[in-house]
């Protein structure tokens, strides 16, 4: 059975070189080292022909380090995992503080129940004025505006609108500006 070899005695190749290289420049440019210091880390690292002989020429100064020196992912331990939360993918929070999701709150529907206004009324008005009467009478004043200012630019053209909203007001009822049925 053979043995891993051990990482420092890998040999290195040329990228591991440059990298060394490239780090010991950021720790010129940061004054960490002299111009004769960097002149001979340079020089030892493009002879270096194992991991162990570059690694030396950092043993005395702070990160950053070559890439190379990191340690291998699978040695760190895996992240803790978060206690177990049924129905919920956060953990809950610390006591006495509410809670990050509160509860949907449901409310009762309500039967909205019918208008005081007439059907009868907001179909005839639309009809027998047709500039958006029976609109305003309903309490749609946007509409209503709208039907207003279409039939004046269009010289009556759009009036067609009104009378048509107040066949279907007639026919099918409507709602208020509430959402409350027209009563019949």
């Known amino acids: 059975m053979s043995h891993p070899p051990d ?16 780090v010991l420049g950021e720790h010129f440019s940061a004054g960490r080292l002299q111009v004769h210091e960097y002149d001979e880390r340079v020089g030892h690292a493009t ?21 190379f020196m990191a340690p291998p992912i699978w040695s760190a331990p895996p992240p803790a995992p978060f206690p177990p939360h ?16 509160p509860p949907p709150v449901h409310y009762p ?21 047709p500039f958006g009467a029976g609109r305003f009478y309903t309490g749609h004043a946007g509409m209503a505006v709208g039907m207003l200012l279409g039939t004046l630019f269009t010289c009556g053209a759009l009036s067609l609108w009104s009378i048509v909203d107040g066949v279907i007001l ?3 009822g409507g709602t208020d500006n509430y959402g409350r049925r027209l009563r019949d």
């Open 170 to 172: 007639l026919v099918n």
């Open 47 to 67: 002879a270096a022909t194992t991991r162990a002989e570059l690694q030396v020429l950092f043993a005395d100064l702070p990160a950053p380090y070559p890439p």
């Open 86 to 101: 049924p129905g919920a993918m956060h953990p809950p929070p610390p006591p006495g503080y509410p809670p990050a999701y």
């Open 7 to 22: 990482p420092e005695d890998v040999r290195v190749g040329n990228l591991e070189r440059e990298d060394a290289m490239r």
């Open 109 to 129: 529907v309500q039967p909205m129940g019918y208008s005081d206004k007439s059907k009868v009324t907001a179909g005839l008005l639309q009809i027998l004025l």
